[in-house]
């Protein structure tokens, strides 16, 4: 016993079990939960897709859906950039300039959460609509022809896409930022001209870790995302998620929908594990 | 300097307020009262354009018995998902957090990856282990699939909380004659507890909320969001904007309640 | 539908006269004799429930069914609790969820849906459909006669039409203009964009076909893939906001649509709250179509019974068309409508209007043509 306590405070995170079966005890269960609905399925959908047709399942989907699969990417991406624009000011602000207004400012971006997703996101369509708020605004600026249309169209999703997913972008920045030494920011006026080389110098290079958390936790759940399509565009906004949700049922079809999660599971695992590796689990939760 | 505070803080209101605007859109239209009589054709299908102010969707809260009855039904589950998840993930991170072994690394990557996975791709990839065991989908695997990914949230949230407590106090009890199981209950339990609270809060409103894993592995139970998703193209009410009104508040409440009780804990300690 | 007609009926439960036969009625009057009856029929079906799958604007109060007069009426009489579900959104895609169940012989946990004749064909074909006991539908000597005979179920053994619709134009004019009198002005290029068709292969190739002077009754294959062609042809154009189901009606509600193929009692319901959209048959002609009731097999076929029976009874089925703005297929219905029902040309199409069905297509012709549609519709 007493071994242990000198180990602990030598590696200070933790000690080292006088019996070394009891962590994996404690772990058991859970881990087991884990593996058997999580890593097994993740293998069971390699299995599933290439049932009946083996890699042409892959070929195939890829080719008869090359414009939905193509436009998911670009709308994650475009979503995750517009995250960084406008997310990365707020946290900035919350973390350097709101003083005790901090931990208020913070629940205010967590908010959005405690609606019940489907229904915010519905409330996009009240905003939307042809007849709704927004229209009107952006006809009335000129920014809008009196036919024009904001529901169906690319705005649409992206914009409700951006919205739903934005906190993912501005907490672990906040995070990353809140990090920063304020001595280093306040030596730094000594070492460079202005407040914006201080920026690039010092603050930007140290909040890096919290940008790239924030832009997988928003590039990946944009990639899976079928409800923001679905609820305010058309077939022209479909993405890959549009397509699993319709054809999930149908088990013909089922190889050809594992292989597309497949293969976006595989390019999300890699992304996720080339962070680990780099800067650690810490900011991904 | 000054003229960048000042654009800091018009950005950041303009950003508030387009994260608030739905928030608002939702509580504003819970109070849509239909000008038609009842009974007419337009009620409660489509609440997009306002009508008139009225309390009517509230006071008949009870109007359409299947949401309802989804929004029940949703709660019962996060309730077992959150009593499941609650121990298994403090089980883990009371492993993680105290004990040094090797493989840790493997652990936490492993606990990490469900948080990082599209919903798309577990909900999806459990349905096919579902579909290739031949297992019937229903409540039994919406509790299955909602457990593994809150066991991650927990165990990452409680691990986060818990981190740098001084474990020494448990052998302290020990070396005094409590037993093992006195220990836990007096010491170790206090210790953790505002932790797992705050984590099992977190895992109530994730259950909730989820639509996407629950949707692929719901079979024909209908949770609220399901619900939602079902009827979506036919009946929109007001009353779903009340029950969602109504979870925004319970959160808030809780949220709040939590932040006060910790001030007050903070200030009794320092005294 | 009005809200007198609502009121009327309402007044007609509460009056007891909407008795099935004799013995309800008499119930219903305070006979004590016909009282036991009833409560024994109520007993018998209390706690028993009948779980109904139907498609949007299908019923009086269709949000909350059960505060409308058939099911109030259904409940008092039969003593069954109604579980209601708008779950139809379109025929195929009602299918495709349900196919691996009934394949599996499952039961799908509705003892009641509604669908398009020609998908009852299929269902039927693959022994989907359990048998309505004619015996526990007696009511069914109601049925038009002109729709007992179909060539997939000549005796009606597995099927009972619901409703007989009409496929036309629904615009708003304020918004377009001018006024939708054709095919040729739904086409027009000022509505780009701003128009949407069903995804019912039949509705809308059928009126493409008849816009090409082709009747759908006997239309070769290749005049229907060229119907097909002239469909993508305007949606690869972008004529097309949307290719839809029933859920056209949220875009057509918020004036989003300005002009839509619809079917025609949704629009007689949007136009409550919307009085100016307007409806209109082309005059090329116009699609129709029998929405017709099938048990499912692992149904309650009791329970499915007692439903269909109920609905097949004039008096009942009178007032629930006249509310929803379809044709009823009971004869005597007519009889227990307001002027206001006999006069609509949706419950009561005059006999001279220019309305076509589809012909029924071979599985070779079916499979061709329903994957050169959804080819054409959803790429």
């Known amino acids: 016993m007493a071994g242990g306590v000198a180990v602990k405070a030598k590696s200070g995170d933790g000690m080292r079990p006088s019996r070394p079966w009891v962590p994996w005890l404690l772990l058991m269960p859970g881990l087991l939960w884990l593996t058997v609905f999580f890593v097994i399925p993740l293998f069971d959908l390699g299995r599933t897709s290439l049932k009946n047709g083996g890699l042409s399942n892959f070929t195939n989907v890829f080719r008869n859906n090359s414009e939905v699969i193509g436009r998911t990417f670009v709308y994650a991406l475009i979503v995750t950039v517009l995250a960084v624009l406008i997310g990365y000011p707020l946290a900035y602000f919350i973390s350097m300039k709101a003083g005790r207004w901090k931990p208020v400012l913070l629940a205010g971006v967590v908010l959005p959460f405690f609606v019940t997703y489907l229904i915010r996101t519905l409330a996009w369509k009240i905003l939307l609509f042809g007849g709704g708020p927004v229209a009107g605004v952006l006809r009335g600026l000129g920014l809008l022809s009196k036919d024009g249309e904001i529901l169906n169209t690319h705005a649409a999703v992206i914009g409700a896409l951006l919205y739903n997913f934005l906190p993912f972008m501005i907490l672990p920045i906040f995070v990353s930022l809140d990090k920063v030494d304020r001595r280093l920011l306040e030596a730094a006026p000594d070492l460079y001209a202005n407040g914006r080389a201080t920026f690039r110098k010092v603050t930007l290079p140290l909040s890096m870790p919290g940008v790239f958390a924030g832009s997988l936790l928003t590039f990946i759940p944009a990639c899976g995302d079928f409800i923001n399509a679905e609820l305010l565009g058309s077939d022209k906004q479909r993405m890959i998620g549009n397509l699993i949700e319709k054809n999930f049922l149908k088990e013909a079809l089922r190889p050809q929908m594992s292989a597309i999660s497949f293969v976006l599971m595989v390019l999300i695992l890699v992304g996720v594990l080339i962070y680990a590796r780099l800067l650690g689990t810490e900011e991904l939760t | ?271 | 539908m009005t809200h007198e007609s609502l009121g009327r009926r309402d007044f007609l439960i509460k009056a007891g006269l909407l008795g099935l036969s004799g013995p309800a009625l008499l119930a219903a009057c305070g006979s004590s004799k016909s009282t036991t009856t009833a409560s024994a029929g109520a007993a018998s079906g209390k706690g028993k429930k009948v779980s109904i799958a139907s498609w949007p604007f299908y019923i009086e109060n269709d949000q909350a069914p059960k505060d409308g007069a058939t099911i109030k009426g259904f409940t008092a009489v039969t003593g069954y609790d109604v579980d209601y579900q708008i779950a139809v959104e379109d025929n195929v895609s009602f299918t495709e969820k349900y196919a691996p169940d009934l394949k599996k012989k499952k039961s799908i946990g509705f003892d009641v849906v509604v669908l398009t004749s020609w998908e009852c064909a299929n269902w039927i074909k693959n022994g989907w459909a359990a048998e309505i006991p004619a015996a526990k539908v007696p009511n069914k000597k109601n049925l038009l006669e002109r729709l007992a005979k179909p060539d997939f179920d000549p005796t009606r053994k597995f099927s009972l039409p619901y409703a007989l619709g009409q496929v036309g134009i629904a615009y708003y004019p304020d918004k377009i203009g001018f006024e939708i009198t054709s095919m040729a002005d739904f086409l027009k290029p000022e509505l780009k964009g701003k128009t949407t068709i069903l995804s019912e292969m039949r509705d809308s190739t059928g009126m493409f076909l008849l816009m090409q002077g082709v009747k759908p009754e006997t239309a070769t294959v290749d005049q229907i893939l060229k119907a097909i062609d002239e469909i993508k042809k305007y949606r690869d154009q972008g004529h097309f906001k949307k290719i839809t189901g029933n859920s056209y009606t949220e875009d057509l509600d918020l004036g989003d649509t300005w002009a839509a193929i619809a079917w025609s009692g949704d629009v007689a319901a949007i136009q409550e709250k919307k009085p100016e959209l307007k409806w209109v048959l082309p005059k090329e002609g116009a699609m129709s179509f029998v929405d017709t009731f099938m048990i499912p097999k692992g149904g309650n076929v009791d329970a499915g019974a007692a439903w269909i029976n109920y609905l097949y009874e004039p008096k009942v089925s009178g007032p629930l068309f006249e509310a929803i703005n379809y044709a009823s297929p009971v004869s005597g219905a007519g009889d227990s409508m307001t002027d206001k029902g006999k006069n609509s040309p949706l419950v009561n199409p005059p006999a001279t209007a220019d309305i076509h069905e589809f012909r029924s297509l071979t599985e070779d012709e079916t499979a061709k043509v329903e994957t050169a549609f959804s080819a054409a519709t959803q790429q």
């Not at chain 2, 309390?55 to 019962?76: E, G, H, K």
């Not at chain 2, 009593?83 to 993680?96: E, N, P």
């Open chain 2, 1 to 271: 300097m000054k003229k960048r505070s000042t654009f800091l803080g018009v950005w950041s209101a303009v950003v508030f307020a387009y994260m608030f605007t739905p928030i608002l859109i939702v509580v504003l239209f819970s109070f849509n009262g239909s000008k038609t009589a009842a009974g007419a054709w337009s009620q409660g299908r489509y609440n997009y354009q306002w009508d008139k102010f009225s309390l009517d969707p509230w006071l008949n809260w009870n109007q359409y018995p299947d949401l309802t009855r989804a929004f029940v039904r949703s709660i019962l589950i996060a309730l077992v998902v959150v009593a499941i998840s609650v121990v298994l993930g403090t089980m883990m991170s009371l492993a993680l957090v105290k004990y040094d072994f090797k493989a840790k690394g493997i652990v936490n990557t492993l606990l990490v990856l469900p948080l990082t996975m599209p919903e798309l791709v577990l909900g999806f990839s459990l349905l096919t282990l579902f579909a290739s065991a031949n297992i019937e989908r229903g409540f039994v695997t919406i509790i299955i699939a909602h457990v593994m990914f809150c066991v991650s949230y927990i165990t990452t949230t409680v691990k986060a909380r818990i981190r740098g407590f001084d474990w020494g106090l448990e052998e302290a009890a020990a070396d005094l004659g409590a037993t093992p199981r006195r220990t836990f209950t007096r010491v170790t339990l206090p210790l953790i507890a505002p932790g797992i609270a705050a984590a099992a809060l977190l895992t109530f409103a994730l259950s909730l909320d989820d639509f996407i894993i629950t949707y692929f592995n719901a079979g024909r139970v209908e949770t609220f969001p399901v619900r939602i998703w079902n009827v979506r193209r036919s009946s929109i009410p007001p009353q779903l904007n009340v029950f969602g009104t109504l979870i925004l508040l319970v959160c808030v409440a809780l949220a709040v309640g939590g932040l006060f009780f910790q001030r007050r804990k903070l200030a009794a300690l320092r005294i």
